[in-house]
T-cell receptor
Framework: DQQVKQNSPSLSVQEGRISILNCDYTNSMFDYFLWYKKYPAEGPTFLISISSIKDKNEDGRFTVFLNKSAKHLSLHIVPSQPGDSAVYFCAASAETSYDKVIFGPGTSLSVIP | GAGVSQSPRYKVAKRGQDVALRCDPISGHVSLFWYQQALGQGPEFLTYFQNEAQLDKSGLPSDRFFAERPEGSVSTLKIQRTQQEDSAVYLC?????????????FGPGTRLTVT
């Protein structure tokens, strides 16, 4: 059973608009969440993270929101740019095992010029 | 500076063959992680080293999978008697810290196809 879910396999957004990528998790022990971005033929690269003591973290055009009661997080990209087209992975970890990061299946974002 | 490198980038193996996948982490990085990424899925944890010690191998799917990091730098993931279900991208990541969650850098992966 998947502990980290990304129910939208793909998303298409017009350049300049907001992209919203969603992620749900089932394990209540998770207390640290990350988003990774992956281009074809490359490894994932870290984008932004959030600890469970916060409900929002912002870094430039990227903002992650965490709703602990709903076990839901989202990544907002504003404004979206064509270079943002990639696969985005949501990931989570628990303090009891920070050596192990659990990834979701990914959402492929296409930003249309 | 140089990132994490992996070789070969692509490997085709006949079912039953043994394969060895190499990972060169970023110099000085203490921790090294192996992941398996099946088509359409996210990376799945296989094993974790801190220096030369293998601290967690709970994700290795069977005893046909074996990983080593004898000098605390380069690591090799070996798969014996490959099966079709082993076809995947194998990702290596390294971290300057003792844990993955705060900072890990991924290599480009080795795509293994078992025919």
């Amino acid at each position: 059973d998947q502990q980290v879910k990304q129910n939208s396999p793909s998303l298409s957004v017009q350049e300049g608009r907001i992209s919203i990528l969603n992620c749900d998790y089932t394990n209540s022990m998770f207390d640290y969440f990350l988003w990774y971005k992956k281009y074809p033929a490359e490894g994932p690269t870290f984008l932004i993270s959030i600890s469970s003591i916060k409900d929002k973290n912002e870094d430039g055009r990227f903002t992650v929101f965490l709703n602990k009661s709903a076990k839901h997080l989202s990544l907002h990209i504003v404004p979206s740019q064509p270079g943002d087209s990639a696969v985005y992975f949501c990931a989570a970890s628990a303090e009891t095992s920070y050596d192990k990061v659990i990834f979701g299946p990914g959402t492929s974002l296409s930003v249309i010029p | 500076g140089a990132g994490v490198s992996q070789s070969p980038r692509y490997k085709v193996a006949k079912r039953g063959q043994d394969v060895a996948l190499r990972c060169d982490p970023i110099s000085g990085h203490v921790s090294l992680f192996w992941y398996q990424q099946a088509l359409g899925q996210g990376p799945e944890f296989l094993t974790y080293f801190q220096n030369e010690a293998q601290l967690d191998k709970s994700g290795l799917p069977s005893d046909r999978f074996f990983a080593e990091r004898p000098e605390g730098s380069v690591s090799t993931l070996k798969i014996q008697r490959t099966q079709q279900e082993d076809s995947a991208v194998y990702l290596c990541a390294s971290s300057p810290t003792g844990v993955a969650v705060y900072e890990q850098y991924f290599g480009p992966g080795t795509r293994l196809t078992v025919t």
